[in-house]
């Protein structure tokens, strides 16, 4: 009855009153508890990374919600779950919505595990009989239960009170009962925590296709790449989704906990149980935690510190750019905006860049030296005749005319570790890769690199950067306005 009050506070409320009126207000106190208790659905409020993810149910057939352990991703899976089956839906709620009663799946790695976890989070403790109710299902909205065979207290089907009168059904289901269980029903959605087979996960697609259904999977990713995570991050589909909670998006944790929680795991596995993204391959590439390159946004940028954008010109995959910040008394470099798009021309492609920084020069890698098909002209020339952006004149190399992807992560790995490379804490997209960026057979995985790429390319050519005021003004009167250096002539006409 007093979990929510201190001592001293509950002193405070109940000094001098009357026995009479300490029974009413001892009452009182009771069923705000018991409310409290049997209604926890009313009391959930998202972190905001679970609001994004809920809000993406709104448009997504399939969403992906990764974080580390103990992050609050299995709350967040059970409380949407409970909106669909009872309707009671918060005001501010931007997701999917049903005026009608549902039909889904609740699912976990064993029978077990899906007791222990699922059914605890939506039905309260098993087995104990005053915790019934004590779930994000509310209690008085719970109709009736079957149980299930071979796990004690387990529960094969709840039927849950709709808003709109019906009855929903909710029945708890298992990856170690194989395909076969997940055959022959039409459902609206279903809720996978822990990351399911592809098999299970297949059948369960041609289950919620009648409906036009979803399916949300909630785990911490352990596994590495597989064919089920290979659907949110190497396949761009428009009705799929992924959102990765890390540390500091579990506001339930206090900052003298970070360092704490980090150490307790092998450097190995930090990617996934401490930033919640997916543990690649053999390991990541830049295998150091988010929180030491990252930095608040800068708000005024000097002016003599130099800038430069790199880009990645998105030959079969996204464009994409970045501006970097040097701040050559430091020799530290501050990633400071970035961006990518796919299907855009070139024209929609700079916009952004030239919104942020119209007069900063572009450096740009090798295969824009290639001709295009139609126009037999350098794709470099093309963008900066239909672009007006400053493009350098020659592709980017280091000093040495080289232009080794391995010298260029090694010097951005180098700075990282030495604190002379940081980045925006805003820029999630960089994270993302930032993240997901490992090896495999000793090799670089380019999938899902295209900022990091763009990042690399201004690093190698950053003795190109100058000076100078950041903004939408171009500068026509600025020095070397497109021509290459030393010379008077445009290399590319």
Known sequence: MTDDYTEAELANLLSGLSDDELRVKLDILRKLQEHKKYNRLEYFK?????????????TKRERLLTSGNQYGKTECGAAEAAYHLTGLYPKDWQGRIWTRPTRGWACGETSLATRDTIQRKLMGEPGVTAEFGAGLIPKHLILDTSLARGVTDAFDTVQVKHVSGGISIVKFKSYEQGRSKFQGETIDWVWDDEEPPIEVYTE??????ATAGMIVVTFTSLLGDTQVTDRFTKEDHPERAMTVMGLRDALHISPEQYDTIIGQYPVHERVARIEGGIMRGEGRVFSIGQEVISEPPIAS?????AKLFGIDFGIGHPFAWALILWDRDADVIHLHKCGKMRDALPLQQATPMKAIGANVMVAWPK???ARDKGSGEPLASIYKKTTELRMLPTHATFEDGSVSTEAGVMEMWERMTTGRFKVSSELSEFW???RAYHRKGGQIVKVNDDILSAVRTAIMAKRFAKPGLLGNKRNLSAPNNGLAIGLDFDVFA
């Open 204 to 209: 369960q697609l041609a289950r919620i296709t």
């Open 301 to 305: 940028v000097p002016e003599h510190w």
């Open 432 to 434: 993302e890769e930032f």
């Open 46 to 58: 998202p972190y905001p990374k679970q609001a994004i993810h809920f809000a993406l149910g709104k």
């Open 367 to 369: 295969d824009g030296t």
